[in-house]
Structures are given as structure tokens and as C-alpha cells.
């Protein structure tokens, strides 16, 4: 089936030459900060974690969202969704990869990466975050790959494939899960020290994950000869729907704790984030963008007549995914080292190589999402045509 | 012929994955074997220090400026090839002086005695009973010795940082670039690092193994006292049972074997 990726119109052509454009120039940044060290950052000795960890983070949730299909798909027999699993599926593999690739530039010593097989430490939450991610990718790749096979073949999927579809439900909670633990789990940083914090990120991810599902139906629906369906697309703005105001929610019930029980280790990130602290408030208007952006986003999706009309929906969705995006891609993690353990406020601002190298991975995710949704949808229009 | 080319792909692939990983298998799979200890092979030096957990008491009573700590910080800096690097964001540091309130950040009280209120505090590792930077490192790059020090093995380390983020004390500092052209006179016994790991005070483990008082300990005229907090018969112990002391952020429980006479 991977050949379909190389017979492409001349458009689909020009997308993939920018975004290998994108990932050369990102490369060239890697190569300067192979050399130089993390020192061409903004992180530092306060800030220790940046914008590649946050994109890691967020990202996992994207990957994650999967579930919000195959769950009522394959547990409730919701059978609209069958049309588009592999549109969840795909978007994961390709989230998955970059919060691996995050990952892996966000490491001083890269090339020392294998140490964290060869000298296994089930004490460390980020031991069990590897067998999480790459689990979850794998099981990714292999569902999606051979449930398109069997519907490109007209043949019912092998067996086998079933217990994995079932064990992929509860393991997309899990990557979130453990990803959230690598934060809450630290005994000096009050701003993570909650135990709301992995709903939190759950919640977040299922808004944002199926938002770019949406948006990415609709490009679908226009590029190509294969519709994601009307009724699949209300039904994940449904999902939005409530994901997102569920995260505003447990937003607002953590605000009430640190903010009424006013303990200073608690309250100071928060302050830094939405008022500022001691003259410092760099992302001061993100953080209030990002909650207007999700209160705009809820009414929007709650009101039956704009949630239906999919050109507002489309400007929901972006609205929802920008929202979550500066939360969990710029204040969750930055917000959580200032001020430092010992009461220093010292503020990260990402570099412009930072920033670069960003956009590398995140053009290498989307080169690998274009493939992968290349290949399912030409798989779904031959389909058709045969049927037809 | 192309299935038996895709087959073998697919059997390649699993492979690969499961040689990957075999470590993790065996963590798993073979506790067993590590029922007998194996002959040893290194020798302990007879005249090394030793406790079952070091601890080191500091007398802030003895310090009146920055000029009485910089000694100190110069003698444990110097003799473990820290660099001094200006950049503030790529400063790497052992032990340091902060005020009252950034040591003691949970302690802060509105009226100090003015001596306390701008008084320098030196900080460093705390060597903690409990170490959540130990908990945290996913390659056990850093790790807690038999006598109670938290050791780094920089070439372990694969720079991931989770350590610093899991130390409640700020004790650690990544190499942001390469450390070693801001090396002013380099210590050939000790190693330099590379840039990508992470470095903090290593309580002169190398320095207890041929029977030496830290550092620090050694420049501070008194002012700081080493031993073991297991043994009532130590320095420490005398002092803690003759002075009130204080730890860094005690209420997180993390153990820290540094104490502060105020």
C-alpha cells in the first residue's frame, strides 16, 4: 500500500516539498545545537524543560484523542465512526513520532539514548513513559495498517487484531497518564503537585485531539473524493464539545484549591502565569488568550445552531486547538519553573533556533501524517469506486 | 516471492524490537540470579572515610559576609573543575551563597534579626535520605552510595534533566556547552564534563576514599562539620544534640542531610 504515497497530484507534490523543506532547515538548527550544546535555547538553569518538552506533552494528548473514535466504534458499535477510525489511528502514529523525535532533541546526550534500555529503571516515571509511547505507536501502526488492508482487500480483518484494538483503548489513557506523572510526581513544584493534573491533560487532549480531526476531515472532504461523513463530524464536535468544557472545569477547580487555600508554593505559579510575579509576566496575555479562547470555543460548540454549521465549527475547532495548544505547548511547562525552588524568578523565552527546530518536528509529523492519510484515503476512494 | 519479502520484513522488524528489548526482559525475568553476590573485586582503601550517612552541619553563626564563604566556594569549585561561566543561563555551580529567603524559601519570615535578614546562607547538595532526583533519572545516572552520598555518573547521564526538575533544592546544574575552555586551572585527579549532563556536589566522595575531609569542610575554619549521622559518637551528631538546627524545606520529607545552625 505505500506506494499509493508516490503517485500524488502536483499540489500534493509542492506540500511534501515544503515540509522537507521545513525539516531541512529544522535539521540545520539540530546539527548547530548538536555542536554547541542546549545552550543555543532559552532554557536554563531554572528553566530547565522548554518548548520541546511542552510540545511533547501536548502532543501526547493529539495522540491519545484516537481513543475518542476507536472507543465508540469498537465498545458501543457506534458504526459512523468506522468510516474514519483510520483517520484517528493515522493521527496518532504521526503525534506519537514527533513527541518521540521532542523528546529525543530535548536530550543533551542523544547519543546516549539506548542507555535508557540498557540500564532499565522501573523507579523512573520516564522508563515507563517510553514503553508507554512506543507501545502505543506500535499498536497504532500495526491496527490502522491492517484494518486498511482487510477494507482494501474486501476481506474481514484477521482475528488477531481485535484483542490489540481493545488493548489500544485503555493504553491511549495511559500515555497521558504516565505523562502527566512525570510532572506530578515532583515534590518541590507546586504548580504540577495536583492530582487533577493528568484528568487535566486528558481532558485537554480530547478537545484538542478530535478539533484537528474535524479540521482535518474538512480539508479531506475538500481535497480529496473521500467524505468523512456529516454526522462523524458532529459527532466529534459533540465530543469537543464536552471534552473542552470539562477542561475549563477541572481548570477552574484548581484555581478554587490553590487560590483559596492561598499556600504561596501553589498560588506564585499562578500569578506568574495570569498577573505576573515581581515585574515578571512574559506570558502573561497567552494564558489569558488561551482561557478566552476556550470560554469563545464553548459557547461556540454548546449552541446547537453554531456547532452545526460547519464554517463556525471549523473556527470553534481552530479556536479549541489554539487554546490548548498555549496552555499545555507554553504555560504548563514554563509555568511550572518559574519561580524556581528557591523563590527566583528567572523567565524562558524559547530562541529562534528553538523555535526552528520546533517547526522541523513539526513538519517531519505532518510529512508523515500526509503519507499516512495519502495512503488511507486513496485505499477508501478505490473502495468506493469498486462499489460504485 | 513478495510475500515471502514481506513476511521476512515483518519478522526482521519484530525482531529487532525484541532485542531492543531483551534488557527490559531480563529486569523482569531474572531477579533471581542476583541471589549471590559476586566476589569482590575492587578493593576498599583501608584509610577511606566511612558512615552509614554522611551529613554536614553548618554553623551560619560563624559567617558575617560573602567574603567568608567565597573561600570555601572557591576551594570545592577549584578542585572539581567547575567552570565560571558569566551567562546566567548557562551558570554552573556546587555550592553557592543565597539570601535567608531563597534557601529557606518556606520559612520566610517578615521580622528577621538583622544579621540573619542579609546574611549570606551557603547551599549545596543535600545529600538527601530520600533523594527524588534518584527516583526520577531513568538510566540510574545518578544514584544513592551505601554511606547515604547521591552520586552522578556523567557518563551515564543522557541529559534529560528530569532530575533537575525533580530536586526541590535547585542543587543541579546542566552543562548547557561545552564546561571545559571556562576552566580556569584544571584538576587533573578529578574529571571535567561535557556539555549535555548534568553536574552538582558530590560531597568529595573522591576526596572521603583517600581518607579527606570535603573540600569545603576543610576551607570553612570550623564553620562546617562533617561525619556521620548514624554514629552518636560524631561531630554531627554533638553538635545537632547541643544546637537547634535547621534543614532546607524539611516539610517535603525528602531528608536532607545538610543542617543549619542559625
Known amino acids: 500500500m505505500l506506494e499509493k504515497a508516490f503517485k500524488g497530484s502536483k499540489r500534493y507534490y509542492g506540500w511534501m516539498t515544503a515540509l522537507l523543506a521545513v525539516i531541512g532547515i529544522g535539521f540545520g538548527f539540530y546539527m548547530w545545537q548538536l555542536r554547541f550544546g542546549l545552550g543555543i535555547t532559552g532554557m536554563s538553569r531554572d528553566v530547565t524543560w522548554g ?178 461523513g456529516k454526522e462523524q463530524i458532529q459527532s466529534l464536535a459533540k465530543i469537543v464539545a464536552y471534552a473542552i468544557s470539562i477542561n475549563v472545569f477541572f481548570f477552574l477547580c484548581e484555581v478554587f484549591v490553590v487560590f483559596y487555600s492561598k499556600i504561596p508554593e501553589h498560588m506564585d505559579h499562578f500569578k506568574y502565569l495570569f498577573v505576573g510575579l515581581h515585574g515578571h509576566g512574559a506570558l502573561v496575555p497567552w494564558m489569558w488568550t488561551s482561557l478566552g479562547l476556550m470560554v469563545i470555543s464553548i459557547v461556540l460548540l454548546v449552541i446547537p445552531s453554531t456547532r452545526q454549521n460547519e464554517s463556525i465549527l471549523a473556527v470553534a475547532c481552530a479556536t479549541v486547538f489554539a487554546g490548548t495548544w498555549i496552555d499545555k505547548g507554553l504555560g504548563m511547562i514554563s509555568g511550572g519553573f518559574v519561580p524556581s525552588p528557591l523563590h527566583h524568578v528567572n523567565e524562558y523565552i524559547p530562541t529562534m533556533p528553538e523555535i526552528m527546530i520546533t517547526l522541523g518536528v513539526w513538519a517531519t509529523g505532518f510529512f508523515i501524517l500526509t503519507v499516512l492519510f495519502k495512503i488511507a484515503i486513496t485505499v477508501k476512494e478505490e473502495v468506493a469506486g469498486v462499489a460504485s | 516471492m513478495k510475500k515471502s519479502r514481506r513476511s521476512f ?200 576514599a583517600v581518607g579527606q575531609m570535603p573540600a569545603c569542610v576543610e576551607a570553612s575554619n570550623g564553620a562546617l562539620t562533617f561525619g556521620d549521622l548514624e554514629d552518636p559518637e560524631s561531630d554531627v551528631r554533638k553538635l545537632l544534640s547541643e544546637n537547634f538546627t535547621i534543614r532546607r524545606k524539611q516539610a517535603l520529607g525528602t531528608g536532607p542531610a545538610v543542617y543549619y545552625i542559625i
Open chain 1, 51 to 228: 518548548f520541546y518538552i511542552a510540545q511533547f506533552t501536548f502532543l501526547v494528548g493529539v495522540a491519545a484523542s484516537a481513543v475518542m473514535l476507536v472507543l465508540p466504534y469498537y465498545l458501543h458499535h457506534y458504526k459512523a465512526f468506522g468510516r474514519i477510525t483510520i483517520l484517528g489511528e493515522f493521527l496518532a502514529v504521526a503525534s506519537v513520532t514527533m513527541c518521540i523525535l521532542f523528546i529525543f532533541v530535548d536530550l543533551g546526550q542523544p547519543m546516549r539514548v539506548l542507555n535508557v534500555l540498557l540500564y532499565p529503571t522501573p523507579n523512573s516515571v520516564l522508563f515507563w513513559d517510553m514503553i508507554v509511547l512506543n507501545g502505543y505507536l506500535l499498536l497504532n501502526i500495526v491496527i490502522g495498517w491492517k484494518i486498511l488492508e482487510a477494507e482494501r482487500n474486501a476481506v474481514a480483518p484477521p482475528a488477531w487484531i481485535k484483542p490489540l484494538i481493545y488493548i489500544s483503548i485503555p493504553w491511549a489513557v495511559s500515555i497521558h497518564t504516565v505523562t502527566a506523572f512525570l510532572y506530578c510526581g515532583l515534590p518541590g513544584r507546586g504548580f504540577w503537585l495536583t492530582a487533577i493534573l493528568a484528568p487535566r491533560f486528558l481532558s485537554s487532549a480530547f478537545a484538542s485531539g478530535p478539533s484537528l480531526l474535524i479540521l482535518l476531515c474538512l480539508i479531506v472532504r475538500k481535497l480529496t473524493k473521500f467524505d468523512p
Open chain 2, 9 to 208: 520484513l515483518q519478522i526482521a522488524g519484530v525482531s529487532a524490537l525484541g532485542l531492543g528489548l531483551k534488557p527490559v526482559a531480563d529486569l523482569v525475568a531474572a531477579p533471581a540470579e542476583h541471589g549471590e553476590a559476586p566476589a569482590e573485586r575492587v578493593l576498599k582503601n583501608e584509610a577511606a572515610l566511612k558512615a552509614k550517612q554522611w551529613a554536614m552541619v553548618i554553623d551560619t553563626r560563624m559567617f558575617e559576609s560573602a567574603a567568608d564563604l567565597e573561600p570555601i566556594i572557591e576551594a570545592c569549585h577549584k578542585i572539581h573543575n567547575v567552570p565560571s561561566i558569566d551567562h546566567p543561563r548557562h551558570e554552573i555551580k556546587w555550592i553557592w551563597e543565597e539570601e535567608f529567603k531563597h534557601a529557606f524559601p518556606t520559612q520566610e519570615l517578615r521580622f528577621l534579626p538583622e544579621r540573619i535578614e542579609h546574611l549570606p546562607f551557603l547551599v549545596l547538595c543535600n545529600h538527601c535520605e530520600d533523594p527524588p532526583c534518584v527516583r526520577a533519572c531513568p538510566t540510574k545516572a545518578t544514584f544513592k552510595r551505601e554511606d547515604g552520598i547521591v552520586l552522578m555518573d556523567f557518563h551515564r547521564c543522557i541529559g534529560c534533566r528530569f532530575c533537575m526538575a525533580a530536586c526541590p533544592y535547585g542543587s543541579r546544574s546542566f552543562n548547557f556547552r561545552d564546561p571545559r575552555p571556562f576552566i580556569k586551572e584544571t584538576n587533573l585527579k578529578f574529571p571535567t564534563r561535557m556539555k549535555g549532563v548534568v553536574e552538582k556536589c558530590n560531597f568529595c566522595a573522591e576526596r572521603l
